[in-house]
């Protein structure tokens, strides 16, 4: 089987991507340097404890590698316009050194973490590939920054590079105990859960927005249907597919008080809320036109109905507070 090497594979979606991929028989080895991953979510003889810019470890690991998925990166919003220089040095500066590690190896295929937040405020939604790149935040620059050195990197060094745009990632893979477990939590649902729990209102973030009821619309996608996408994406690289950008979302939007009431049904709590002012940044609706990965790559989502999102993340939830 083709051996694959996962930067990032200790964080949420990393771990649950290594998780399916050795499920699939794949042959992976994880870098995370645990800055935000957890040790306890790769199997210990998988895992590498080191930076992206640690070159020599990099070149090491690269042996033998037929191709990499690329998540290691910071991916919160907020944070990052309070901290841009740390957003650029770490997103982007760690993406230059694994493609110059990867280039001097000769690893031509990379999968890479992208985001919805590289479209910014969208025009118009559901919103395409082909819609206007103008990211609103360091976060989505720097993921837009890395898919335009992979063009170049595609024209001029051959590296086929597929970016997943994600939209918003969520629910958890419970049996496998792993799921979202962010150190400060900022996710809607994982902030839902603990208002349920504590009693201690979560705020939400505006009720004018122009929304069926004044509170904004995202695409939630469950991390199970992500990591698939992943699989899809890794199988057309290293059947000589060529590079390309794909949304992951299921093209239908929920507003943050249809989940609010998902969450609601799912554990038996009352979610005590209030209205708080916009968060900066926030655009009104984001939803995925996730056609071309369905036709082009023959992905569909699964799991991502919301109250099967809701299900699996509560149990990874409950799991996680007993033990
Ligand atoms: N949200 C909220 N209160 C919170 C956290 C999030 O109202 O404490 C809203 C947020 O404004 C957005 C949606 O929930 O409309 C999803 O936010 P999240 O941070 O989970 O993901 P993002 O959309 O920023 O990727």
Same mark, same amino acid.
């Given at each position: &089987? ?21 499920? *699939? ?13 957890? $040790? ?7 895992? +590498? ?36 220089? &740390? ?57 837009? &920054? ?8 595609? *024209?001029?060094?051959?590296? *086929? ?20 477990? +962010?150190?400060?939590?900022? +996710? ?6 603990? =208002? ?20 904004? #619309? ?59 002012? $916009?968060?900066?940044?926030?655009? #009104?609706?984001?939803? =995925? ?17 919301? +109250? ?16």
């Amino acid at each position: &089987m083709p051996r694959i090497l996962v930067t990032g594979g200790a964080g949420y979606i990393g771990s649950i991507t290594t998780h399916y991929l050795l499920r *699939r028989g794949y042959d992976v080895v994880v870098i995370d340097d645990l800055s935000r991953g957890h $040790r306890e979510n790769v199997p210990a003889e998988r895992l +590498h404890v080191a930076r992206l810019q640690d070159t020599g470890a990099v070149a090491e690991l690269l042996a033998g590698v037929d191709a990499v998925v690329h998540f290691a990166a910071f991916i919160a919003v907020g944070e990052s316009t309070r901290e841009p220089e &740390m957003y650029f040095s770490n997103n982007v500066g760690g993406s230059l050194s694994l493609l110059e590690a990867m280039a001097r190896a000769d690893v031509r295929r990379l999968v890479f973490s992208s985001t919805a937040a590289v479209y910014g405020d969208p025009v118009s939604v559901p919103i395409p590939e082909t819609a206007r790149i103008a990211p609103v935040s360091p976060y989505g620059e720097s993921k837009a &920054m890395v898919e335009r050195v992979l063009g170049e990197l595609d *024209r001029y060094r051959g590296l *086929r590079g597929v970016a997943l745009r994600y939209f918003n990632a969520c629910g958890a893979e419970p049996e496998a105990g792993l799921g979202e477990a +962010h150190d400060p939590e900022t +996710h809607l649902i994982p902030l839902l859960f603990r =208002a349920a729990v504590t009693g201690e209102p979560i705020q939400i973030f505006g009720d004018n927005y122009p929304t069926s009821d004044g509170t904004c #619309t995202r695409d939630y996608i469950h991390v199970g249907d992500l990591a698939e996408a992943h699989v899809v994406a890794l199988e057309h690289l290293m059947g000589g597919g060529g590079s390309g950008a794909f949304n992951v979302g299921t093209g239908k939007g929920l507003t943050v008080m249809e989940v609010l009431r998902a969450v609601e049904e799912v554990t038996g709590k009352r979610v005590p809320y209030r209205i708080a002012g $916009r968060r900066e940044g926030d655009p #009104t609706e984001l939803v =995925a036109d996730s056609s071309k990965l369905r036709k082009t790559l023959g992905w569909e989502p699964r799991r991502s109905k919301i +109250h099967e999102i809701t299900r699996d993340a509560w149990a990874y939830h409950t799991s996680k507070v007993k033990s």
